[in-house]
């Protein structure tokens, strides 16, 4: 029963368009979101988060934004660069009373 | 601060031997996290401490699998025996809190 859904493993965008990544969660009691990059070789390391007060949280080329109703959220990459090109992992948690959940991460190769 | 320590980086056993994994926190994290990632299951949690004790293990997937935590600075997972479908990359995560956590480069484990 996997309750933090990232359904596209893989996505090809072309440098200076723009990315975005997608990701699903059932748990309604999840409240608080985060986005994590992992290079090849690396542990993931921390990109952005967003609290369910919030439908937005921009942080440079990086835009997180959060539909509670339709239970998604998405990351936003503009302009997408060839460093951007690593796996995004998506990660759910219900005010901390409970570990990460994590999603299975989407593929992003951004092709020069 | 150097990060998370994970050693080793890689393990290449054979089925029915014993494999310790080993993991060095932040200085000052109170909670641990082990997590094992596979392309079909992505990143699971295995167990995480706080405070140097279990709090769930629920994501520990069989009897042959513990971990323990001796102290602040230093975390074991054992596998005993291994089994194929043990080969895995295992991270180690600490942190302040259960959301915002820092990974090590993880253990990439083969057993043949």
């Known amino acids: 029963d996997q309750q933090v859904k990232q359904n596209s493993p893989s996505l090809s965008v072309q440098e200076g368009r723009i990315s975005i990544l997608n990701c699903d969660y059932t748990n309604s009691m999840f409240d608080y979101f985060l986005w994590y990059k992992k290079y090849p070789a690396e542990g993931p390391t921390f990109l952005i988060s967003?609290?369910?007060?919030?439908d937005k949280n921009e942080d440079g080329r990086f835009t997180v934004f959060l539909n509670k109703s339709a239970k998604h959220l998405s990351l936003h990459i503009v302009p997408s660069q060839p460093g951007d090109s690593a796996v995004y992992f998506c990660?759910?948690?219900?005010?901390?009373?409970?570990?990460?959940?994590f999603g299975k991460g989407t593929r992003l190769s951004v092709i020069a | 601060d150097a990060g998370v320590i994970q050693s080793p980086r890689h393990e290449v056993t054979e089925m029915g031997q014993e494999v310790t994994l080993r993991c060095k926190p932040i200085s000052g994290h109170d909670y641990l996290f082990w997590y094992r990632q596979t392309m079909m299951r992505g990143l699971e949690l295995l167990i995480y401490f706080n405070n140097n004790v279990p709090i769930d293990d629920s994501g520990m997937p069989e009897d042959r699998f513990s971990a323990k935590m001796p102290n602040a600075s230093f975390s074991t997972l054992k596998i005993q025996p291994s089994e194929p479908r043990d080969s895995a990359v295992y991270f180690c995560?600490?942190?302040?809190?259960?959301?915002?956590?820092?990974f090590g480069p993880g253990t990439r484990l083969l057993v043949l």
């Open positions: 967003i609290s369910s007060i919030k």
């Open positions: 995560a600490s942190s302040f809190n259960v959301e915002t956590q820092y």
């Open positions: 990660a759910a948690t219900d005010s901390g009373n409970t570990p990460l959940v």
